[in-house]
C-alpha cells in the first residue's frame, strides 16, 4: 500500500495547492488535491456540488476521496480544509506525516478573495472565514505532526520548511 510522503492540511487560503505543488517538485514526487478528485467524481465544481446536491454530499464524496488517495497516493497530498472535521479522516491521518499550513485572518482574506466561489463563504465571507478557522483550529493543531506558519512568508520559503521538517 502506498502512503503520501505527507499531507496538507489547513483552511481555506492557507496555499495548500500552492505549497502542495511547490512542495512536490522539491521532493521529487507527484501531487494530489482532494477537491479535485471530487470535482472528477462529480463531474462538476465543488460549488455546484454545494448548490446542487449539498453539503452533507459534498461530505461523503470528499470522504471517499481522502480515504483513496491515502491508500494509493505516494506523493504530497492536499485535503480540502473541511475534510479534518470527519472523524474517520481523523483516523485515517493517524500515523500519516501532517503538515498544518497556519495563516492569519488578513492572508486567509488576501488569498480567497472576498468574491471567491468558495461555497462556505458566500454569505459575509470575512466573518465566515474567521468563524470556520476557529472552529477547525483545534482539530488542525491536532493532527499536526508539523506546524508551518504562513504569512509574511512566500510558498517556496513555506515548502521548503515542510520539506526539512519531514521524516526522511
Known amino acids: 500500500m502506498t502512503s503520501p510522503r505527507v499531507v496538507l492540511i489547513g483552511p481555506p487560503g492557507s496555499g495548500k495547492s ?3 505543488r511547490l512542495l512536490a517538485g522539491l521532493l521529487g514526487t507527484g501531487f494530489r488535491d482532494t477537491d479535485a478528485d471530487v470535482e ?3 463531474g462538476k465544481a465543488v460549488a455546484d456540488i454545494f448548490v446542487e446536491d449539498g453539503e452533507e454530499r459534498f461530505r461523503e464524496l470528499e470522504a471517499d476521496a481522502v ?3 491515502l491508500a494509493g497516493h505516494g506523493g504530497v497530498l492536499a485535503l480540502g480544509g473541511g475534510a479534518v472535521l470527519d472523524p474517520r479522516t481523523q483516523e485515517l491521518l493517524a500515523g ?3 503538515a498544518y499550513l497556519r495563516v492569519g485572518l488578513a492572508d486567509a482574506v488576501a488569498r ?3 468574491g471567491s466561489a468558495r461555497p ?3 454569505l459575509n465571507p470575512r466573518s465566515r472565514l474567521k468563524a470556520l478557522m476557529e472552529e477547525r483550529r483545534p482539530v488542525y ?3 499536526a505532526t508539523l506546524t508551518v506558519e504562513t504569512g509574511g512568508r ?3 520559503e513555506v515548502a521548503a520548511e515542510i520539506a526539512k521538517g519531514l521524516p526522511a
Open 141 to 143: 493543531e491536532r493532527l
Open 18 to 20: 500552492t505549497v502542495g
Open 40 to 42: 472528477a467524481a462529480a
Open 120 to 122: 462556505l463563504l458566500v
Open 112 to 114: 480567497v478573495g472576498l
Open 96 to 98: 500519516h506525516p501532517v
Open 154 to 156: 512566500t510558498p517556496d
Open 67 to 69: 480515504r483513496g488517495a
